[in-house]
Nanobody
């Protein structure tokens, strides 16, 4: 299993910004993609943003133009810069990593971090 350490999150007013980071560590693995998902109370977990090993990014329509996903050159840390936050962005945010160990594909989740947008 790959270990994921998530930092960031918290309470912010509407229009404010927050940054989430997720660092992956372990042995003998090659990351295929890392991303962020979120789950609001009573809702389903949904994709927020994802970045593939080749650098391609995918965003949910609801966050396009406001959120930016990026990664370190080493590729094992991914960050989500969230600007112009709205109350509807309030959710538990989860880091996800898809990786290969040998020829087997795995998918692991980090602990959730709460993002609350409220005045």
């Amino acid at each position: 299993q790959v270990q994921l350490v998530v930092t960031g999150g918290g309470l912010v007013q509407p229009g404010g910004s927050l940054r989430l980071s997720c660092a992956a560590s372990g042995s003998n693995f090659r990351i295929a993609a890392m991303g962020w998902y979120r789950q609001a109370p009573g809702g389903q977990r949904e994709l927020v943003a994802r970045i593939l090993a080749g650098g391609t990014t995918v965003y949910a329509d609801s966050v396009k133009g406001r959120f930016t996903i990026s990664r370190t050159d080493a590729g094992n840390t991914v960050s989500l810069q969230m600007n112009s936050l709205k109350p509807e962005d309030t959710a538990l945010y989860y880091c996800n990593v898809g990786y290969l160990r040998g020829s087997t594909t795995y998918n692991d989740w980090g602990q959730g971090t709460q993002v609350t947008v409220s005045s």
